[in-house]
């Protein structure tokens, strides 16, 4: 890796926590205060306009919105699959990353070349590609359109390149130095693995596996294609949105978004907390 | 080289470009200017709408106007005007979507008293099939018969695709002995038989034609152009189906020659324009030949029995709230009673 | 450097590329076919049509002004949230993810309540003022940053907890200021992290569809983007015109990268 003015060759691996933290001084207050307020003007205010309109019935609106039992499946759906796909993401995606920085092999640099065309990829093209690859016109004959499958199917596309990209500069910059010293001291191949280096790429993963759920529970374009949007079956909650939106139910379709935005924060502090315990373990 | 200095040089070419291209791209905003007209349309309207825009510059009324144009869901045109999008004129794919601008102020309640009562153009609910219609489907009733692989847009979430189901339920109507409960159960065992409920129009074409389903309920408009662009369907008109109205309108605040265009648009020239594209006209005496037709020098058979909106369902403001209401539309209560597919 | 057993190493690597190659990497080819389905000829006249050309210059523009003010605020917000200490860090830090969790109609909807020139919170204000965000540049770029939002800031957090602030607490210990030290220690060393952050921010930037499509109103030849041109030709019949656009932002992403790759050194898996 490329070293800084210093040289940073001896630094532990696996340390987790950045030592001591600063206190906000006048030149880290005030790049709070732009942040926040960018963050703000971009993000927080919105959200405080949707939770407003959600609220507009009270509380009597969360309930109708949530006990609907279309939309209930809808929830189901998404939440299900989503954390089928993070945890899918998770193996493949760490191990895509290893095979990335870690192995050589001739085509290794095309691998990383691929990895994020499901970003740039307008969804409403992936969904028409990946029908025509995986729906009734399949050149391989799997047909999983209109199916729970093609709702995975589709969430592992859009969110392939998350885990690999967060673990990639992660595992990048590990010490090679501590993995020698436990293999020198006898530690078999698995524990050095199990106790350095994993407690160490954990909270890259975690990052990683947060934006993959939330990515996962927002996706419309190349879902709603290929699953066929089935209610009960395949319907996913961006679609139950949509039909409040198109019903002129504004108020439904924001207590909607509200609970899909509860149900994210819940999984992004849990992500936390249990990267915090894993990184402590090393 | 160094590698530090090929990244300044990489990060400046990139920052030098927003600032290069920011010439380019104009930005939108509100023009009182009398010879730029902003239109307005449904998505199909786009490869639509050229020639009668070349058109109508081309006559004294609209020699030297500039046109501003956005395409979209009908839905999503209606709400985005709704929030602000400037538009002199809108065509949109059902009336509701135009009557939402009427509450909003944007058009005057008057804009459908003229001859063609806002209508700019026609259509009818079809069926597109595979090509050779391999299952011989002729009518409604072909589409509840077991086994049969349907798929319609949800009209829960395409406005455009209740013209569909209404179809449907015009149909069971008026069947002979035909009750509110025999049209209910006809939609219930219709839409029993969708393996998909694409979330739009084009959605469900695309579902279509990657090789779901036996049929599509589509619009002819859509299935002529399909056919002219060579996809390998084609579309059976059913003798009795319900015919679907384009609405639209000037804006309250739009420039004069708004009304020139659509008046160009109603009159012989825009009407045989429209026509070629797949719309029926609005006015009569309008005759020519539209490619992708199934019959292209007789491309719009008269319908034996021909339902309506205002007819048969006491206009759009009663169907909506009977058949699509949140809580109490019939239509909406079919969908979430059924369990399909399971 | 712990070497996995050859069995082990072959099992991965094919798993890899198996799983790439079927998820990703036949889509892509699929895309290209279609792309050139009328030869280049083809290919060629769709890029000719003006409202294309003119749609990839409006997303390659508003694309890049996105990454930039997100690189900046995501770095910003990366070193905020791990060198520094202040009430409510945690809640923020959990809070930027969640930009990502929204879809595209609930970003549109969110956007239009503030910023709407007739019903927003802010929008009749600002637009009295000449300042028209909606359906205009700005509040796309703003569609923009938000769908990327934490792009960078997620890359950047896991390498600065990583890399830990032992030369940071050193050079301010030999009389180096803020700026010195965030110069000439922090920066170098989450270069490729910001790198990588910025390459995913840009391609997700230039496929961002949905919340456009609300915020933009899609006007040709104005605020049009290509990924709204894509669907514009494909609703109009003009499938391998879509195609040969959508082909094109791939390209540019790929490119990215490729330059990435390019000027990383080749020191990986030192053994």
């Known amino acids: 890796m490329s070293t800084a003015v210093l040289g940073q060759g001896t630094r532990p691996v696996g340390r987790g926590r950045p ?47 949530l006990t609907n039992p279309q939309t209930w499946a809808a929830i189901k759906l998404t939440v299900g699959q989503s954390l089928l796909v993070t945890g899918i993401n998770v193996v493949m995606g760490t191990g895509i990353a290893w095979v990335l920085v870690r192995d050589r092999f001739r085509g290794r640099r095309l691998l990383d070349l691929v990895i994020d065309i499901p970003f740039a990829m307008p969804t ?44 990639q500069p992660v595992l990048a910059e590990l010490d090679a130095d501590v993995e020698e010293a436990a293999a020198s001291l006898g530690a078999r191949r698995v524990t050095t693995l199990r106790r350095i280096v994993l407690p160490a790429i954990a909270p890259a993963i975690a990052a990683g596996a947060a934006l993959s759920f939330a990515r996962a529970i927002s996706e419309y374009g190349s879902l709603v294609l290929i699953s066929g949007s089935l209610p009960y079956r395949t319907e996913a909650v961006s679609v139950r949105v949509l039909t409040f939106v198109e019903g002129g139910d504004r108020t439904s379709a924001a207590a909607l978004a509200t609970v899909m935005l509860a149900v994210a924060l819940i999984v992004i502090v849990a992500l936390d907390l249990l990267q915090r315990r894993v990184a402590r373990r090393g | 080289m160094t590698q530090r200095t090929r990244f300044i040089a990489l990060t400046a070419a990139a920052l030098a470009v927003p600032a290069i291209l920011s ?228 804006t309250t605040d739009a420039s004069s020659k708004a009304q020139d265009f659509l008046d160009f648009q109603l009159s012989k020239a825009g009407q045989t ?70 | ?13 094919l798993a890899a590329v198996a799983y790439v190659f079927l998820l990703v990497g036949w889509p892509v080819i699929t895309l290209a076919q279609r792309a050139f389905a009328d030869g280049f000829a083809g290919f060629h006249a769709a890029m000719s049509d003006p409202d294309v050309t003119h749609a990839l210059l409006v997303t390659v523009e508003i694309s890049l002004w996105a990454v930039v003010i997100n690189t900046v605020f995501g770095v910003g917000m990366a070193l905020l949230l791990v060198r520094y200490e202040f009430p409510g860090r945690r809640v923020l830090s959990a ?44 509040g796309m770029v703003m569609a923009t940053c938000f769908v990327a939002l934490p792009l960078v800031v997620r890359e950047v957090v896991p390498v600065l907890e990583e890399v830990g602030d032992d030369q940071e607490q050193a050079a301010r210990s030999l009389g180096a200021n803020a700026v010195q030290t965030l110069r000439r220690i922090t920066l170098p060393a989450i270069k490729w992290a910001v790198v990588y952050g910025v390459v995913l921010s840009l391609a997700r930037s230039l496929g961002e569809f949905g919340a456009l499509k609300i915020v933009s109103g899609n006007l040709t030849g104005r605020t049009q983007t290509a990924p709204l041109v894509v669907e514009q030709k494909y609703d109009n019949f003009a499938q391998n015109e879509a195609y040969a656009v959508a082909f094109v932002l791939v390209a540019i992403s790929v490119l990215c990268i490729l330059v990435v790759s390019l000027l990383r050194p080749q020191e990986e898996s030192t053994s």
Request: a negative charge; proline letters at 6%.
């Open chain 1, 19 to 65: 030592g001591v933290r600063w206190t906000l001084t006048g030149g880290a207050g005030l790049g709070l205060g732009i942040a926040l307020s960018w963050f703000s003007l971009l993000v927080l205010i919105p959200i405080a306009a949707i939770v407003a309109t959600a609220g507009d019935e009270g509380w009597h609106g969360y309930v109708d919105t």
């Open chain 1, 124 to 167: 409403v093209v992936a969904g028409l590609v990946l029908l025509s690859l995986y729906g009734p016109k399949s050149p391989i004959g799997v047909n999983v359109s209109n199916t729970r499958t093609s709702v995975t199917l589709a969430l592992a596309f859009v969110t392939l390149p998350f885990i690999v990209r967060t673990v």
């Open chain 2, 23 to 250: 010439g380019c791209a104009a930005s939108s905003g509100a023009s009182s200017d009398e010879n730029q007209l902003s239109v307005v349309g449904f998505s199909v309207l786009k490869t639509a709408n050229e020639p009668v825009i070349s058109a109508f510059q081309k006559t004294p009324a609209g020699k030297g106007v500039a046109f501003t144009t956005s395409y979209g869901a009908s839905g999503d045109q209606s709400r985005a005007v709704a929030g602000g999008l400037h538009a002199d004129e809108v065509h949109l794919s059902l009336t509701p979507d135009v009557q939402s601008l009427v509450d909003a102020g944007i058009v005057d309640e008057s804009w459908d008293q003229n001859a063609t009562h806002g209508i700019l153009t026609d259509s009818e609910v079809v069926f597109l099939v595979r090509k050779g219609n391999p299952l011989g489907i002729s009518g409604w009733d072909d589409l509840v018969k077991p086994g049969v692989k349907v798929i319609t847009p949800n009209p829960a979430s395409s406005g455009s695709a209740k013209w569909n189901i209404l179809a449907a339920w015009a149909h069971a109507k008026d069947a002979p002995g035909g009750t509110d409960a025999t049209a209910r159960d006809f939609v219930t065992r219709l839409l029993d038989n969708a393996v998909a409920l694409p979330g739009s129009g084009s959605d469900a074409l695309a579902s279509f034609l990657a090789g779901n389903g036996d049929v599509l309920l589509a619009y002819e408009n859509d299935s002529i152009e399909a056919r002219a662009a060579g996809d390998d369907v084609d579309y059976v008109v059913p003798s009795d189906t319900l015919l679907i109205e384009n609405p639209a309108a000037v």
């Open chain 2, 273 to 342: 324009l429209y026509a070629k594209a797949g719309f029926r006209p609005v006015i009569s005496g309008v005759h020519t030949d539209v490619p992708g037709a199934n019959d292209p020098s007789n491309p719009f058979p008269a319908v034996a029995h021909q339902y309506t909106i205002d007819q048969d369902f006491g206009g759009w403001d009663t169907a909506n709230t009977r058949f699509f209401d949140d809580k109490t539309g019939i239509i909406t209560q079919i969908i979430s009673g059924l369990k399909i597919g399971g």
């Open chain 3, 1 to 13: 450097m712990v070497e996995l057993p050859v069995p082990a190493r072959w099992a991965v690597r």
């Open chain 3, 95 to 138: 809070l930027v993810d969640l930009p990502m969790s929204m879809s595209p109609v609930v970003i549109g909807l969110a956007l239009m309540l503030v910023y709407s020139g007739r019903y927003g919170w802010f929008g009749p204000t600002l637009e009295a003022h000449g300042l028209v965000v909606i359906f205009n540049s700005p």
